[in-house]
């Protein structure tokens, strides 16, 4: 199998979760997905993943974790953790270099609270600790578009709100053509993912937080605003912070030395 790529569903108390492995290093390396994961979760994308980030597989072992395939309507980011935090302890996962983007950073900030010994390093990307206008904005238009199941709709307003000019001109007819496959059965889990990105707020408890963290943002971030990664360094002690100027939400797949960066940091604590 490419990268020792692996496909996986654990069986928890809390209800059936995704996951997919892949890689060789020695070191392990999880990755908790955005708010995406609503629409589809990581089923059957092992080897995917594994070829789209090769050179990270090179250097570890890595995880990707969807939610749990069935939420309730009301779910908060921390009892998301809770969730990820039982799937770690089915797999043996411990003192893990964690990476969480967008929502995912949301999850991640709870595990570095709630279960400290769980996570060696962290970074977080694209993400904020508690919504600030321009999510306030942006959420609530997709959680409209999903009622109308305008699967579509949100795949475009994604896009455009995520990437640079001239990567969403490369990318525009991709996007289009997503948009006509893939629509979920239900839209039920993303409202729920939508919502607790909304109520999400750690930002009392980050001083909580004692490993050592990159807080990775964009000057153009139009999905959670480009000043909440300088809030979130703000609060955590000892974090580092960069910023990708000129680019925006999608940066962790726009910028070339982005997984560099992220496998540096994790295993010589370098910026």
């Known amino acids: ?28 390396a999880v990755m908790i997905p955005g708010v ?4 589809k979760t990581v089923k059957g994308f092992a080897i995917p993943f594994a070829i789209l980030y090769r050179k990270f597989a090179k250097q570890f072992t890595v995880y990707v974790f969807s939610r749990k ?14 969730d990820l935090n039982e799937a770690f302890e089915a797999l043996g996962l ?14 991640s900030q709870w595990m570095a609270i709630d279960h400290p010994e769980k996570v060696s390093k962290l970074v977080l990307t694209v993400t904020h600790a508690r919504a600030g206008e321009v999510a306030k904005d942006v ?17 475009m307003d994604t896009a455009e ?18 948009g006509n496959y893939g629509r979920p059965k239900s839209f039920d889990r993303f409202l729920t993912q939508a919502d607790s990105c909304l109520t999400h707020d750690a930002y009392d408890e980050l001083s909580k937080i ?19 990664s300088e809030e979130l360094a703000e609060k955590i002690p000892g974090a580092k912070l960069h910023i990708y100027e000129g680019l925006g939400h999608g940066l962790y797949e726009e910028a ?3 997984f560099d960066r992220v496998a540096e940091f994790f295993i010589s604590g370098k910026v």
């Open 94 to 107: 411990k003192e893990v270099n964690l990476i969480g983007i967008s929502q995912g950073g949301m999850i």
């Open 69 to 82: 395939r069935d939420l309730p309507e009301k779910m908060t980011t921390r009892d998301m953790a809770s």
């Open 161 to 178: 709100r995520a990437y640079s000019p001239a990567r969403l001109e490369s990318s525009k007819k991709q996007y289009m053509l997503l």
């Open 36 to 39: 995406g994961d609503g629409l």
């Open 1 to 28: 199998m490419f990268l020792n790529a692996k496909n996986g569903c654990l069986d928890l108390g809390c209800g059936k979760m995704d996951y997919v492995r892949f890689g060789k290093g020695e070191r392990i």
């Open 210 to 228: 004692t490993c050592p963290t990159l807080v990775i943002g964009g000057s153009d971030d139009r999905i959670v605003g480009g000043k909440q």
């Open 139 to 155: 959420i609530p238009g997709w959680m409209e578009m999903a009622k109308r199941g305008g699967y579509k709709e949100i795949m």
């Open 256 to 258: 070339p030395d982005f």
